[in-house]
Each structure stands twice: as structure tokens, then as C-alpha cells.
């Protein structure tokens, strides 16, 4: 106990930038758990009926945690959030069913990770706004890495290649329109409405698509807790906490670790292994995030020699 105190101690007055880092780490650590397990669970039940009860259990847990801010909603601020809500359920669905029908979940995780890519060329067409050079240069860098990664010496994509780069675009446009809702809507409601949307709308479609299995055994109820209770609500919360002890863009460059560590993860839990091809495409992938992410990373630098100056 005493040296739980002094942890917890040391935490708490650690400097809010190596606070924050180490949150976020710990968060892209918790995501790739998260694709391991869902893909546990989904193994005893059908996609969507699994995603609507992990986003419905996550989304009350972070309803509980909002708590009397409910109030402080206004019906602007409701509908802008339900609006963003649909098409992170949209999102979510195609990512569960590429999933469900996947075979190489690292491979899976890179792809879904393009979304980063693709959220500058998406705010350039949607909204007008000129990126940086940097973003153009790693264009090339990202397609090619997908191309190692999906066509594997032919020029047809696997089923689930084809949802989860659905999945990316839907997650991309889904991250631009939560940057325009920046300061619009409270950060933590906001995230509970779209889990709590994404649960309903999973509902919805399972009902109306899929036939429920008449048992599912404990082990399986046991992934989709850790799911809802650890892959999603502590992970928001923790995400949550943490980004507002940073900037954005120093985030967002962190959160690009997930396809790593979710690779990593499958080659242990799964005995996945890939190509020299995949693993080139894999490389290739994550170069081009960092490419992409090369302001953030150079601010991020300038910040650590600052920091290190006023010592």
C-alpha cells in the first residue's frame, strides 16, 4: 500500500507533458488490446450484436461520468453531437464486419490506421484549408504500403480489405468533423453520445440483419466486458484526460503507435506472421503517418528543448 501511495504521488506531480505522453501510450496500448478483445468475442457472437452491446455498456459508463453537465446540453449542441454520432456508428459497423471476416489483424490495424492520412485530404476538400507539404510527400509513401499490404501479387482485395478502407475514409471524415466541433460541444458528453449512438444503431441493424445465437458462453460474455469496460470506456476517459494536458497535434502523433502495438499484440495472442512483403507495406504505412505528423513532430522537439532550457 505504501508504495502504491508513492506512486500515485509521484504521478500526480510528474510535469503535465510526461503525464500526458505516458496516458497517451497507455491508451494506444489499450486500443490494441481492443482488437484482440473483440475479435475474441466476436468468435461467439454475431458483429453487430456484439458492437451494439459494447458501445451501449461503454456509453452509459461515460454517461454516468458526465453526470449533472447533462444539463449544461443545449439542443444546439445536441444535434451537432448526433450528427457526428451517425457517422461514427456508420464507422464502426464496417470496421466490426471487416473485423469479423478478417484474418491478419495486424495487417487489419494498418489499414484502418490510412484514416490519419486521409483527414488532411479530406479537410482540403471539404473545407477548403491548404496542408502542408509534408502531408502530399507521405501520399504517395501511404498507397504504396497499402498496395504491399492488400494486393499480394494480385489485383484483388480480400472482402475485408475492402470494409476496413470504407472503415478508414468514414473514421477520417468522422475525425474531421470532431475538430470543427472543437470547444462546441463538452468533450466528455460528446464522447458518450456517439458511443451510446453507435450501440443503438448497431442494435438497430443487428435486429433487423443478423440471428442471435441461443447461448453464449461465459467466456465470451467475459471479451465483451473487457471490451465495453476497458477497450472503450477507460480508454475514452483516459484519452480524454489526457488530451487536455497536450496539444492536439502531439496526440494525435502518439495515437499513430495503435497498428504497431495491435501488430505486435496479434503475433503473440494470434501466432500471426506476416510477409516480407506485409511487414514492408506495414513500414511503409507507418513512415507515411510520420511523414504526414512531421510538424507536430518538430513542435513537439522545439517543446522538449524548451522545457529542457527553463531547467
Given amino acids: 500500500m505504501r508504495l502504491n501511495s508513492i506512486a500515485i504521488e509521484v504521478f500526480l506531480n510528474v510535469p503535465h507533458s510526461f503525464k500526458a505522453d505516458l496516458l497517451l501510450v497507455l491508451v494506444t496500448l489499450i486500443a490494441a488490446f481492443g482488437w484482440v478483445f473483440s475479435k475474441e468475442a466476436l468468435a461467439g457472437l454475431p458483429p453487430l450484436l456484439f458492437l451494439a452491446v ?46 469479423n471476416s478478417s484474418t491478419h489483424l495486424g495487417e ?16 482540403r476538400g471539404l473545407f477548403g484549408e491548404t496542408q502542408p507539404l509534408f502531408t502530399w510527400l507521405a501520399l504517395p509513401v501511404a498507397l504504396l504500403g497499402l498496395g504491399l499490404l492488400t494486393l499480394k501479387g494480385s489485383l484483388q482485395l480480400e472482402h475485408s480489405q475492402l470494409l476496413f478502407m ?4 468514414l473514421f477520417a471524415l468522422h475525425i474531421c468533423l470532431i475538430t470543427r466541433l472543437s470547444g462546441k460541444v463538452p468533450v ?15 442494435l438497430l441493424a443487428s435486429i433487423v440483419f443478423e440471428t442471435w445465437p441461443s ?5 465470451i460474455w467475459g471479451w465483451v466486458l473487457v471490451s465495453a469496460l476497458i477497450a472503450t470506456s477507460l480508454r475514452f476517459l483516459l484519452q480524454i484526460y489526457a488530451q487536455g494536458l497536450t ?20 503475433s503473440v495472442w494470434f501466432a500471426e506472421r506476416m510477409s516480407l512483403a506485409q511487414l514492408l507495406g506495414c513500414v511503409l ?16 522537439l522545439k517543446n522538449v528543448k524548451r522545457l529542457r532550457r527553463q531547467r
Fill in 215 to 219: 447461448r453464449v458462453s461465459n467466456e
Fill in 166 to 169: 470504407v472503415a478508414a475514409t
Fill in 285 to 300: 504505412v507507418f513512415a507515411a503517418m510520420m511523414i504526414s505528423r512531421t510538424p507536430a513532430l518538430l513542435m513537439a
Fill in 54 to 99: 459494447r458501445f451501449i455498456l461503454a456509453g452509459l459508463v461515460l454517461s454516468i461520468a458526465v453526470g449533472g453537465r447533462w444539463r449544461r446540453l443545449n439542443l444546439v449542441q445536441l444535434g451537432l453531437a448526433l450528427k457526428v454520432g451517425v457517422v461514427m456508428s456508420v464507422a464502426m459497423m464496417f470496421w466490426v464486419l471487416g473485423l
Fill in 188 to 202: 466528455l458528453a460528446l464522447s458518450a453520445i456517439q458511443l451510446l449512438m453507435v450501440g443503438l444503431f448497431a
Fill in 247 to 266: 496539444s492536439a497535434s502531439h496526440a494525435a502523433l502518439i495515437l499513430t503507435l495503435e497498428p504497431v502495438f495491435t501488430a505486435l499484440l496479434a
Fill in 108 to 123: 487489419s490495424a494498418f489499414i484502418n490506421s490510412l484514416a490519419f492520412i486521409l483527414v488532411p485530404l479530406l479537410v
